[in-house]
């Protein structure tokens, strides 16, 4: 297919085929049945382009389709004039020319008639079978007179899902919305625009995530002239106004390079599309010659890829920054090529395109030219048979794992406008990134994706009790932004009290972690905020009697100290932060607050030394705690692993954790911890210090940085 733009309303010219004139089609659809022993000929030009692509494909089926298409149409017409049934006709003839299979063409033939026909699902999956049922049902509009305002967003959702299970609804569903883009001329200019928008939020981020760029490429121009008429103008005068093609004797050296090197190769000139063209003009200010379009080099093999480069950049001199491999790692769209750029005679710079006729296959079919997710391997070819999982359940094999993200996500998201909102904003996200795991497997991304996100991707809900991340073997905050190849392990503190902050959401780029973070914060408005932009859930209110006590409630969670300081609040420090037995006294600050030190802390020492008279304090009964404990050893891999294992062990729960850069192969790891019981402790550390590396655990002496 090509793609060229198309004015609204005009239909497209494809190289190599005449004009289809979609009038004489709705004539001929119009004359009634045909003997069964021949194809009609409205489907003609079908089977013609089926048969290009699937030379064995069994036509009597598209056969069948087409007379209950055509018989439930009869008497509807298009705004435009043309009888209904041209509609079908032209959307199942797009999905042929890109080489879909037979069940994907008999759906679409169908895929109006249960929602504006007397047809039903049961009848077509009597006739078609469940596969072609499953398809025609998931592309089926739900009404609005029982969604309202919701219909639309609903109606993707629905779409969505059932793509999920098989891609192929969404192939029907764009070639669809690309038929009624070109003949969008005939409706109002609001409703045009209106059309256009969602066009370009959603299916056309679609398109180019499933790796169609025929439709893409056609749907973006289309939308470009409805949404931008004078930029869209001047882009076509440009073009119309180009001279003679500077690409073609650049492309006659590069063919003659290629055969002198007997690399069979074929070298073509590949226009671009209306909206590329703009989108360059605007990067350089002014168009070059060679910027209305690209060379593209079709050969046989994957090695011949890396050969024709070769020769490229021997015989003509190279372009080193515009030369990129997707061939080694494809885009997440299945895209595969290579990009280079070389400089011809008299200066002029050519993009050029490598890649085999598989692969070109692919970049413009994407996921049609996968054929049937279902058929066997070892099966006749494409058709409409499958194999049904043991469970019954669907799980389409092809399924990009974007695609299982939104499927995941939208669960989450039960409210249409949240759902359409969100839909819009994720599908804007057009870069996606691999990120490892740090006990294996991977996570795909957004690109500007940060620890929030693969907390939330990894963990589910389990993700708002995350205190940090490890990337790359370095402890890093949880905004930190992640690169593809990153390994991320990110740390998760046992505090059933604990939960995320507002300043998650700067950091959150996907829809999964958006809604689970908006989630518990609606679930929780009244949480204060903790330290490191953490929130932790109400804390029971602290005792003001004689004797005012600081329990496990308190912001350093430690063991009950009592104050022998009538109507005092005591607050245990966290510059040591004690915790039973320890031997304690405390000080009077600011508000009536008594901040209880052990003896031997260095701000306890200072206070003492500076005259403030010491509060004598005693521990209640022993409560959990919270304790900080550096433990210092030499570098060496999992090591971080086998200490949060050890903590984890001895049933302690790890509220924070730093660890510093290594000095001299010695590596200082700061924890603080909450412990069940403060008679623990002991335990805890030596089994710290058991751990290989691990050559001293101590309590934390650090002075306050203020009381």
């Known amino acids: 297919m090509s793609a060229e733009a198309a004015n609204p309303g005009t239909p497209?010219?494809?190289?190599?085929?005449?004009?289809?004139?979609?009038?004489?089609?709705?004539?001929?659809?119009?004359?009634?049945?045909?003997?069964r022993d021949r194809l009609p000929d409205a489907i003609s030009h079908v089977a013609e382009a089926h048969r290009a692509h699937h030379p064995d494909a069994d036509l009597s089926i598209l056969h069948r389709a087409y007379l209950l298409a055509e018989s439930s149409h009869r008497g509807q017409m298009r705004k435009s004039g043309e009888p209904y049934i041209t509609h079908p006709l032209a959307v199942t003839l797009i999905l042929a020319e890109l080489g879909a299979e037979t069940t994907t063409l008999t759906a679409s033939l169908l895929h109006d008639t249960v929602e504006d026909t007397e047809v039903t699902l049961d009848q077509v999956r009597e006739q078609f079978g469940k596969e072609v049922c499953y398809l025609v049902d998931g592309v089926t509009k739900l009404e609005k007179v029982d969604y309202g305002a919701a219909a639309e967003p609903e109606t993707f959702r629905k779409m969505l899902v059932a793509t999920g299970d098989d891609?192929?609804?969404?192939?029907?569903?764009?070639?669809?919305?690309?038929?009624?883009?070109?003949?969008?001329?005939?409706?109002?200019?609001?409703?045009?625009?209106?059309?256009?928008?969602?066009?370009?939020?959603?299916?056309?981020?679609?398109?180019?995530?499933?790796?169609?760029?025929?439709?893409?490429?056609?749907?973006?121009?289309?939308?470009?002239?409805?949404?931008?008429?004078?930029?869209?103008?001047?882009t076509r005068a440009l073009i119309a106004a180009a001279g003679p093609d500077p690409l073609a004797p650049i492309a006659d050296d590069v063919a003659r390079v290629l055969r002198e090197a007997g690399i069979p190769a074929d070298v073509l000139i590949r226009?671009?599309?209306?909206?590329?063209?703009?989108?360059?003009?605007?990067?350089?200010?002014?168009?070059?010659?060679?910027?209305?379009?690209?060379?593209?080099?079709?050969?046989?093999?994957?090695?011949?890829?890396?050969?024709?480069?070769?020769?490229?950049?021997?015989?003509?001199?190279?372009?080193?920054?515009?030369?990129?491999?997707?061939?080694?790692?494809?885009k997440f769209n299945l895209y595969q090529s290579l990009h280079t750029a070389v400089v011809g005679p008299e200066g002029a710079v050519a993009e050029v395109l490598i890649r085999t006729h598989r692969m070109h296959k692919v970049a413009e079919a994407g996921v049609i030219a996968l054929g049937n997710p279902y058929a066997s391997d070892n099966g006749p070819g494409p058709g409409p048979g499958s194999a049904e999982p043991a469970d019954g359940e669907r799980a389409d094999p092809t399924r990009p794992g974007w695609l299982s993200r939104l499927l995941q996500w939208q669960r989450s998201a039960p409210d249409p406008d949240t759902f359409w909102t969100?839909?819009?904003?994720?599908?804007?996200?057009?870069?996606?990134?691999?990120?490892?795991?740090?006990?294996?497997?991977?996570?795909?991304?957004?690109?500007?994706?940060?620890?929030?996100?693969?907390?939330?991707?990894?963990?589910?809900?389990?993700?708002?009790?995350?205190?940090?991340?490890?990337?790359?073997?370095?402890?890093?905050?949880?905004?930190?932004?992640?690169?593809?190849?990153d390994t991320v392990q990110p740390l998760l503190a046992e505090d059933a009290g604990s939960g995320p902050s507002r300043a998650w959401l700067d950091h959150a780029r996907t829809p999964a972690a958006r809604i689970a973070i908006t989630g518990w914060l609606d679930a929780h408005p009244e949480a204060p905020q903790g330290p490191h932009g953490r929130r932790r859930g109400p804390r029971p209110a602290a005792p003001h009697s004689p004797g005012a006590a600081a329990g496990t409630g308190d912001e350093h969670g430690a063991g009950t100290a009592v104050a022998?300081?009538?109507?005092?609040?005591?607050?245990?420090?966290?510059?040591?932060?004690?915790?039973?037995?320890?031997?304690?006294?405390?000080?009077?600050?600011?508000?009536?607050?008594?901040?209880?030190?052990?003896?031997?802390?260095?701000?306890?020492?200072?206070?003492?030394?500076?005259?403030r008279p010491p509060v004598a304090v005693s521990?209640?009964?022993?409560?959990?705690?919270?304790?900080?404990?550096?433990?210092?050893?030499?570098?060496?891999?999992?090591?971080?692993a086998d200490l949060t294992e050890a903590i984890a062990t001895a049933g302690a729960a790890v509220v924070s954790a730093t660890v510093e850069p290594p000095s001299e192969q010695r590596v200082r790891h700061t924890y603080t911890l909450q412990l069940p019981d403060a008679a623990g402790l002991p335990a805890l550390m030596r089994a710290m210090r058991e751990v290989p590396g691990v050559y001293d655990v101590s309590r934390s002496r650090h002075p306050a940085a203020a009381v």
């Open 619 to 640: 521990w209640g009964e022993t409560a959990a705690c919270r304790v900080t404990l550096i433990a210092e050893s030499f570098g060496r891999p999992r090591l971080l």
């Open 167 to 234: 891609v192929r609804v969404m192939s029907i569903k764009l070639a669809d919305r690309l038929h009624n883009m070109r003949t969008l001329g005939v409706m109002r200019p609001e409703k045009q625009a209106r059309i256009a928008r969602v066009t370009r939020d959603v299916l056309i981020p679609l398109a180019e995530r499933l790796g169609v760029q025929a439709l893409k490429t056609e749907l973006e121009d289309l939308v470009f002239a409805i949404l931008h008429p004078e930029e869209y103008e001047e």
């Open 422 to 485: 969100t839909l819009r904003a994720d599908l804007a996200q057009d870069r996606e990134i691999t990120v490892f795991g740090a006990e294996g497997g991977t996570l795909g991304l957004p690109a500007g994706a940060s620890c929030v996100d693969a907390a939330y991707a990894q963990y589910g809900d389990r993700a708002h009790n995350c205190i940090g991340a490890r990337v790359n073997g370095r402890l890093a905050t949880l905004g930190t932004v992640l690169n593809d190849g």
């Open 271 to 330: 226009p671009r599309h209306h909206l590329s063209v703009h989108r360059v003009r605007i990067k350089r200010g002014e168009l070059r010659g060679t910027d209305f379009g690209r060379l593209l080099v079709l050969v046989g093999e994957d090695a011949d890829c890396y050969a024709v480069l070769g020769e490229l950049h021997t015989c003509f001199t190279p372009v080193i920054s515009e030369f990129k491999d997707f061939i080694a790692a494809p």
């Open 12 to 35: 497209v010219r494809r190289r190599g085929r005449p004009l289809i004139d979609l009038r004489r089609l709705g004539r001929v659809a119009l004359l009634g049945p045909v003997p």
């Open 564 to 611: 022998d300081l009538p109507d005092a609040t005591v607050r245990l420090a966290g510059c040591c932060t004690p915790v039973p037995p320890d031997d304690v006294t405390g000080f009077a600050v600011r508000g009536g607050t008594v901040t209880v030190h052990r003896l031997e802390c260095p701000t306890a020492v200072r206070m003492r030394s500076a005259g």
